[in-house]
């Protein structure tokens, strides 16, 4: 798929949504728009609490987009949800979030930021919210994969 010089797919994928396709984890999460830009204003996961201002609004417009029936915005909305509790994750098992020191990958430390974890924990019961959705589900069931 053609994109730009910042690797962003020329593609608006609210007109052709037929152009999308579900990836592994959290993959395109910077690529399709207009749902980045509409998506990452919203996400943060500084602390519990930009936590869960950031889920409860990434998950309104889960719905807003549900509403619409486009799931293109569901699953990329699911994607920042998912990669908020990722990247909050690392943080919270990892000091100063690096996984890796010299190319060699740390031991894990439980848990060197229990503020991260809080933060983790959000995002997660709000991804399964948003994973267990019916309609998300059914279209998901439907959506041709990579």
Same mark, same amino acid.
């Given at each position: ?6 690797g @962003?797919?020329? &593609?608006?994928?609210?007109e052709?949504? /037929?152009? =999308?396709r579900i ?5 395109? &999460?910077?690529? &399709?728009?207009?749902y980045?830009s ?5 996400? #943060?996961y500084?602390?519990? #609490?930009t !936590?869960?201002? *950031?889920a409860?609004?990434?998950r309104e417009?889960?719905?807003?987009y549900?509403?619409? #029936?486009e799931? @293109?915005?569901?699953?990329m !909305?699911r994607?920042?949800?998912?990669m908020?509790y990722?990247?909050a994750?690392?943080?919270?098992r990892?000091p100063?979030?690096?996984? =890796? $020191?010299?190319?060699?990958?740390r031991?894990?430390? /439980?848990w060197a930021? !229990? /503020?991260?974890?809080r933060? !983790?924990r959000i ?5 399964q *919210? $948003?994973?267990?959705? *019916? @309609?998300?589900?059914?279209?998901? /069931?439907?959506?041709?994969r $990579?």
């Open positions: 798929m053609p994109a730009d010089e910042n @962003v797919y020329c &593609v608006d994928f609210r052709h949504p /037929e152009y =999308y990836d592994r984890g959290e993959q395109g &999460v910077f690529k &399709v728009e207009p980045k509409e998506l990452l204003p919203l996400w #943060g500084a602390d519990a #609490g !936590a869960a201002e *950031s409860v609004a990434i417009r889960f719905e807003e549900r509403e619409r #029936g799931f @293109v915005g569901m699953d !909305a994607k920042y949800l998912r908020g990722t990247r994750m690392r943080y919270a990892y100063g979030g690096r996984k =890796y $020191v010299d190319g060699e990958e031991d894990p430390v /439980e930021d !229990a /503020e991260k974890r933060a !983790a995002y997660w019961h709000a991804l *919210s $948003v994973t267990a959705d *019916s @309609v998300y589900r059914a279209f998901r /069931e439907r959506w041709p $990579v």
